[in-house]
């Protein structure tokens, strides 16, 4: 079945910000999706904490705090953390998209990997551990499901932090535990306790796994496992596979040694001594790819190969064409009849063979003497750590260059060499390497507060431009100072890029034109305005507004004066309809039985409900917009008023 189309989150628009594309992989404890940062403009992995995780509040609050120390960890090596958020009943986090495939997902394709590649997997293994032990950061669940192999050749690892989040929930997760158990220290197994050493463990059984294609325990039960792991002692790679190389095989028992004390104090440590044996290890110290696991090895059941034939004939001429039989030798056997050569022939093939031997050992020693070496044009794109390793190999003696932006190569992996590809050297040369420090990118400076020319003037010194001014009304953040930039303060962007300021535009000025003084006297105090006012003789409706200044909508300052334009204030208002019954010699309001109706009273009530309510008492309703909070804030004529049934009720909100 298509997950695009089951999935729900496929297609949504997470925390307003990630346009979920599609669904890459589900595990036990998370969904990871395809996304697109809308904000951004690009192209991120959103992990999903499945339900039963985020509705425990002890993981989502130490997964908030493990997000955040993840995210200020930098290292080529380490799936970068952008973002953790929550949306609803979804906590998520924002990651460093790598298109690729998983270590586990190669390990099932190809099986054991010889010994050089398990290394060059390991090396950018042990440097992101190691970056993160330098941190006072550890991983707690490395194994081959969290190490990335990205298709342009990078590695990188996943995860961190998630094992101790989920350390805080209350819940059994027997599921979890089966995952990992292969990969867990006997500290681990017995108490619980984890440090830089616990990862140092993990990376072993992980190396061993690597040469062997097999996990040192396996095929029981998890206990059982768990139990193998505190009582038995790791076992080398060649008691599994005969004829691994001795060097991996000290790495790995190095690394799992039961005492914690025992093993390399962090993942620093045991990279040096990794880098170490992959410069010692020979080339051809890969065991035959042909035998399979577990069985015996082949020179142990046959007989070796003989040696090819050496061919001497143009360096060794035949002895009897120089001297003839040796003395004391006997009769040569009889040989088969040929034709006879004349002495002048046969000394011309000896002088032959004899210039034929001389250019063949004179060549030999020029090709000898040509030992200049060539910068090998696969170190650039290479991880620094790796190509210093390939080059110190080939006989250069290597410096690293201070490292240069780039906005295409990945930080840490080498951006170009000096002297440049194909450039011949002696052994010994100096040959710098220069490392990417990946795209250059400044933080958007702090300008909340600032008056918009003083936030221009700043973001130009970080080489920052200004693209829109946005406005939006303020009760807090006084007329003109910036609240807020997109994106975000502290975000890092690319420089001479452009970004919007959102700018107070203070208080928008209500409309209270037509209403009566006391409501309209409200609204103003309410909203922080000073109201005044000015009556004048004629209006059609005594004691209202019939003008004000500021007008609607103006910008203005909390506590700004609004001078109000009345209608007379003396004597009462009476309605047309009221007047007419009056010369009419009727009461005001009607007789009982009239037709009229009551205006309910619907102040301070939503707007839609209050228009609801006027019609369906009968009466028609003229909405104004002045304050914008959703609340009727007056309404004319009042609450209480009878009135003929399709009067017009202006209510302002």
Not at 47 to 68: N, T, Y
Not at 494 to 517: Q, Y
Not at 570 to 590: K, M, S, T, V
Not at 625 to 648: I, Y
Request: proline share 9%; with cysteine; charged share 25%.
């Amino acid at each position: 079945m298509d997950t695009t189309l089951t999935d729900p989150l496929v297609g949504k628009l997470l925390d307003g910000r990630y346009r979920v594309e599609s669904r890459i992989a589900r595990g036990g404890m998370a969904t990871v999706y395809l996304a697109l940062d809308i904000r951004l403009d690009r192209t991120v992995a959103v992990k999903v904490m499945h339900r039963s995780l985020a509705e425990d509040p002890a993981f989502v609050r130490r997964f908030i705090g493990e997000a955040k120390s993840v995210a200020s960890l930098s290292h080529p090596n380490v799936v970068h953390v952008f973002d953790q958020g929550t949306d609803g009943d979804n906590v998520y986090l924002s990651m460093e998209y790598v298109p690729g495939r998983t270590l586990r997902d190669v390990l099932r394709a190809r099986g054991r990997l010889p010994a050089r590649e398990a290394l060059e997997v390991m090396i950018p293994v042990l440097a992101a551990l190691g970056a993160a032990h330098q941190s006072g950061l550890v991983h707690r669940d490395v194994k081959p499901e969290n190490v990335l192999l990205a298709d342009d050749g990078r590695v990188k690892v996943v995860d961190f932090g998630l094992a101790r989040a989920i350390e805080a929930t209350n819940q059994t997760r027997t599921g979890v535990m089966i995952g990992t158990i292969g990969y867990m220290s006997p500290e681990q197994v017995t108490a619980g306790a984890t440090d830089a050493r616990s990862d140092v463990y993990a990376a072993g059984i992980m190396l061993f796994e690597l040469l062997t294609g097999r996990q040192p325990y396996e095929g029981e039960t998890p206990m059982s496992v768990a139990y193998r792991h505190v009582h038995d002692t790791v076992p080398v790679p060649s008691a599994v596979l005969p004829g691994s190389p001795p060097l991996l095989d000290n790495l790995v028992a190095a690394a799992t040694a039961r005492d914690p004390a025992n093993r390399p104090a962090d993942a620093t440590a045991l990279l040096v001594a990794a880098v170490e044996a992959h410069r010692m290890l020979p080339r051809d110290s890969v065991p035959h790819p042909s035998v399979p696991i577990g069985a015996p090895h082949a020179h142990a059941s046959a007989a070796p190969e003989p040696p090819a034939p050496v061919n001497h004939t143009l360096i060794q001429p035949r002895t009897d064409l120089l001297t003839g039989p040796a003395a004391g030798t006997g009769t040569p056997p009889p040989a088969a009849p040929r034709p006879r050569r004349s002495a002048g022939a046969r000394w011309f093939l000896v002088g032959l063979a004899v210039v034929m031997v001389i250019a063949v050992g004179v060549t030999g020693w020029l090709f000898s003497q040509n030992t200049s070496i060539v910068v090998p044009a696969t170190l650039v794109g290479k991880n620094i750590t790796a190509a210093t390793d390939e080059a110190e190999q080939r006989g250069f003696v290597v410096e690293r260059g201070k490292p240069e932006h780039d906005e295409k190569a990945p930080k840490g992996t080498v951006l170009r060499t000096d002297p440049v590809a194909g450039t011949e050297r002696d052994p010994g040369s100096r040959l710098v390497l220069i490392a990417s420090a990946g795209p250059k990118r400044v933080a958007v400076p702090n300008v909340v507060g600032m008056s918009e020319p003083e936030a221009r003037s700043r973001l130009a010194e970080v080489l920052i431009t200004v693209d829109d001014v946005r406005k939006q009304a303020s009760e807090t953040v006084p007329r003109g100072q910036v609240m807020r930039t997109v994106p975000a303060v502290g975000n890092l962007v690319k420089e001479n890029s452009r970004i919007d300021l959102v700018v107070s535009a203070g208080l928008l000025m209500p409309d209270v034109r037509g209403m009566p003084r006391d409501q309209a006297d409200g609204v103003l105090r309410g909203a922080g305005f000073t109201p005044e006012f000015v009556e004048q003789t004629d209006s059609a409706q005594p004691c209202t507004v019939i003008a004000q200044d500021p007008l609607p909508k103006a910008e203005i300052d909390k506590g700004a004066v609004v001078r109000l334009t009345l209608s007379q204030c003396n004597g009462e208002w009476q309605w047309p309809w009221e007047r007419d019954r009056q010369r009419e010699g009727e009461q005001p309001g009607g007789e009982e039985g009239d037709n009229v109706v009551i205006i309910p009273n619907i102040v301070f009530k939503d707007f839609r409900a209050a228009r609801d309510e006027l019609r369906a008492a009968g009466v028609r309703v003229k909405m104004k917009r002045t304050l914008g909070r959703g609340r009727v804030v007056a309404q004319l004529p009042p609450g209480g008023q009878p009135v003929p049934p399709g009067t017009e009720v202006t209510i302002w909100y």
